[in-house]
């Protein structure tokens, strides 16, 4: 009787860590990314981070926190695939306006990262993220990057 008993329990322990490890709790991406982003040497503390994968598929993004930290998820899930990356960051100063008058929401504040940051082709930003955990800093400057003319506002 005590042998039933526990072979019983020896197979609900194998049958629960099967269930354990099949669920998992990494997610299905084999990198994470995270770091802190600066402009001219000050933290950010507000915007949006986006990987775009150069091999193609869908763009990781993540927000900027108000220590200037920011987390990589893909969708839901946290993390991304490893592989090359362009980046781009975008980070506006906090709205000052109510909702307008047509009901709508109210319109973003100032721009505070530079345009060319806001898009991947343009950034300068560009990465390889390997498989497991990578601390990637965005150091942002005032300054385009080479070769790059801005158009004058």
Not at 68 to 91: K, Q
């Given at each position: 009787m005590i042998?039933?008993r526990?072979f019983?329990i020896?197979?609900?322990?194998?049958?629960?860590?099967?269930?354990?490890?099949?669920?998992?709790?990494?997610?299905?991406?084999?990198?994470s990314v995270?770091?802190?982003?600066?402009l001219?040497?000050?933290n950010?503390t507000?915007?949006?981070?986006?990987?775009y994968?150069?091999?193609?598929?869908?763009?990781?993004?993540?927000?900027i926190?108000?220590d200037?930290?920011?987390?990589?998820?893909?969708?839901?899930e946290?993390?991304?695939p490893s592989?090359?990356?362009?980046?781009?960051?975008?980070?506006n100063?906090?709205?000052?306006?109510?909702?307008?008058?047509?009901?709508?929401?109210p319109?973003?504040?100032?721009?505070?990262?530079?345009?060319?940051?806001?898009?991947?082709?343009?950034s300068?930003?560009s990465?390889?993220?390997?498989p497991?955990?990578?601390?990637?800093?965005?150091?942002?400057?005032?300054?385009?990057?080479?070769?790059?003319?801005?158009?004058?506002?």
């Amino acid at each position: 009787m005590i042998s039933k008993r526990i072979f019983t329990i020896v197979n609900l322990c194998i049958v629960t860590s099967g269930a354990v490890l099949a669920v998992g709790c990494g997610g299905t991406h084999d990198a994470s990314v995270h770091g802190t982003v600066t402009l001219d040497g000050t933290n950010l503390t507000s915007g949006i981070v986006a990987f775009y994968p150069a091999a193609g598929g869908p763009a990781a993004y993540a927000y900027i926190d108000e220590d200037g930290e920011y987390v990589v998820r893909t969708g839901r899930e946290a993390g991304l695939p490893s592989g090359d990356y362009g980046i781009s960051v975008t980070a506006n100063e906090p709205t000052t306006s109510a909702a307008r008058a047509d009901g709508g929401p109210p319109p973003p504040g100032k721009m505070i990262t530079p345009a060319w940051y806001r898009s991947k082709d343009t950034s300068g930003l560009s990465r390889t993220v390997e498989p497991g955990n990578n601390e990637i800093n965005l150091e942002l400057t005032s300054q385009p990057p080479a070769g790059l003319n801005p158009r004058r506002g």
